[in-house]
């Protein structure tokens, strides 16, 4: 490198500045024309989070929602350089920090992780399927799913209420598939039983039907004709909504 | 040649209708990489419909610390992918500490930070097989300067080779916050090396304070150093920037179109020879 260690110092001290609002003095700079600067990157990363995550900047108190920010802002190191992924940064502060406690929100982490799946999925990547066909066995074949998903295991219900008391008072294991619509791009989730969550994990592991329900009663659960055309009923239910694509035969 | 940002404000438009009619596209390759879904197709509907030219965000050559080499692989194969044509970033440092801070800060027109800007600029042209256009930013105090801010410019073009965009907003905003002559200043850069120019607006929030906003119309003398400006350099692709504010597609249209008049009336003569 061949900065001075002077100039380094006055990088770091200006970005500093930046990052916290701390008062800072640097030869020759014009601290009223600084404060711009430092409003100006400060809108950037309030709207990114703001609209990264809509429902808890609606829902959480304005008051915690603020100092979590200046918090994410000051201490934290932003890795992304792409602002669109600034979310995932908050997300990651705010679990190494422990905010559920810090800031009594015991369901802080569901709803970051359940807001940013969908940021995530909105924008990422395209992902092509295995080869695969439209029809199959249920029972027997592989089933190929859109690759454009993500299994959530939530503590709280965080997709389906957003009231601090109910969700206290209905902690429990909550189960959601987020997917994107392969036509249009648009982001939906749906609730799944602990049952029907099982199935799809171990579907997307490439585990048979057959083999899940064989499996079951070391779960404690029991199999019988209704569960397994509820669960057969279910993915072609899937189907229709494309999360589930098709088969690969055996 | 006038061009638009591609803003996902008004994609569709640019896509499906002659309500905006520019000669090319630009876009951040930050703010597409990785990207999937609804926005790709877009995307790609764009680039066969318009060249395209790209302009970085995050690159940070004035960082302290080493370039990042992932994102520079990025960076080349994203280029590579779109046919993007030019390839411009910024004179300046959005990191330091590796925390990315999202906006253009100032470097301190020093020696030392011309030798290590000048040997990332080699660095990352190297890499990319393509030159660097770099943009003058403007900036809204200096930072421990102990240079002028032409010759901080001058001597980095010179030491690294790279080619300059003449953002002619970004002049008149350091011209009135740092009281220069915005003419002579422009006088004194290295033309020859300039290969890009954009042109947008700005908003003044105190009397002696102008933010490079992009978010208002561009203001007659704006238009006016333009057309100075082009009169002194051969012609090159030259883009309007709107960020936030979008206005009606038809005032934007008529921003561009009255660049595209400015740019006929004084390149007429070389658009011809080369034609």
């Known amino acids: ?84 992924k600034l979310p995932l940064d908050f997300y990651t502060c705010a679990v190494e920090n422990s905010w559920e406690e810090r800031y009594d929100i015991p369901y802080l982490p569901d709803l970051l992780s359940f807001e940013w799946a969908e940021m995530e999925l909105y924008n990422m990547e395209d992902v092509a399927p295995p080869a695969y066909l439209p029809e199959g066995d249920w029972l027997l074949d592989t089933i190929v799913f859109n690759p454009e998903q993500r299994l959530l295991h939530l503590k709280y219900p965080v997709h389906q209420e957003t009231c601090r008391r109910k969700l206290l008072q209905q902690a429990g294991a909550y189960f959601v598939l987020v997917y994107r619509m392969p036509d249009t791009g648009d982001i939906h989730f749906t609730g799944l039983s602990p049952w029907l969550a099982f199935v799809v994990e171990q579907l997307l592991a490439g585990i048979t039907l057959t083999d899940i329900l064989e499996y079951a009663p070391q779960l404690n659960i029991v199999v019988n004709n209704n569960l397994q055309g509820d669960t057969i009923a279910f993915l072609q239910h899937l189907q229709e909504k494309q999360v589930v694509l098709g088969f690969i035969k055996h | 040649m006038v061009g638009i940002g591609f803003r996902r404000d008004f994609a569709e438009a640019l896509l499906s209708s002659d309500q905006i009619r520019p000669d090319f596209i630009e876009f951040a390759p930050e703010n597409w990489m990785d990207i999937g879904g609804y926005w790709k197709k877009q995307l790609r509907k764009a680039v066969e419909k318009y060249p395209v030219l790209c302009h970085g965000l995050s690159l940070s050559i004035g960082s302290p610390e080493p370039l990042n080499l992932d994102f520079l692989r990025y960076v080349k194969s994203f280029l590579a992918e779109y046919q993007v044509q030019l390839y411009s970033e910024h004179l300046s440092y959005s990191k330091c500490d590796n925390a990315h801070m999202y906006d253009l800060l100032p470097i301190p027109f020093r020696k030392d930070a011309v030798v290590h800007i000048a040997e990332r600029i080699q660095q990352v042209q190297d890499y990319l097989q393509r030159p660097l256009v770099m943009e003058i930013v403007s900036y809204y105090t200096p930072v421990a300067a102990e240079m002028s801010e032409v010759d901080f410019i001058r001597e980095i073009v010179k030491a690294s080779g790279c080619q300059l965009l003449l953002d002619v907003n970004n002049i008149y905003v350091n011209a009135f916050n740092h009281g220069y002559n915005a003419q002579e200043f422009i006088s004194q850069l290295p033309l020859e090396q300039v290969a890009y120019i954009h042109m947008a607006g700005h908003e003044q929030v105190a009397p002696d304070l102008i933010i490079d906003t992009h978010g208002q119309p561009i203001i007659d003398p704006v238009y006016d150093l333009f057309e100075w400006t082009i009169q002194r350099l051969q012609p090159v692709p030259v883009l309007l920037e709107r960020d936030y504010n979008i206005p009606q597609l038809a005032e934007l249209n008529g921003e561009l179109q009255r660049l595209k008049n400015i740019c006929h009336s004084h390149w007429q003569q070389q658009y011809e020879t080369v034609g």
């Open chain 1, 1 to 84: 490198m061949k900065l001075s260690a002077d100039t380094y110092k006055i990088q770091q001290d200006f970005s500093h500045f930046i990052r916290t609002g701390k008062a800072v003095r640097i030869p020759g700079v014009n601290p009223a024309a600084m404060a711009h600067y430092r409003r100006l990157v400060y809108n950037v990363v309030k709207d990114a989070l703001e609209t990264g995550y809509p429902i808890a900047f609606a829902n959480l108190p304005r008051r915690k929602w603020d100092s979590m920010v200046y918090n994410f802002f000051s201490t934290h190191a932003c890795t992304a350089y792409q602002v669109w």
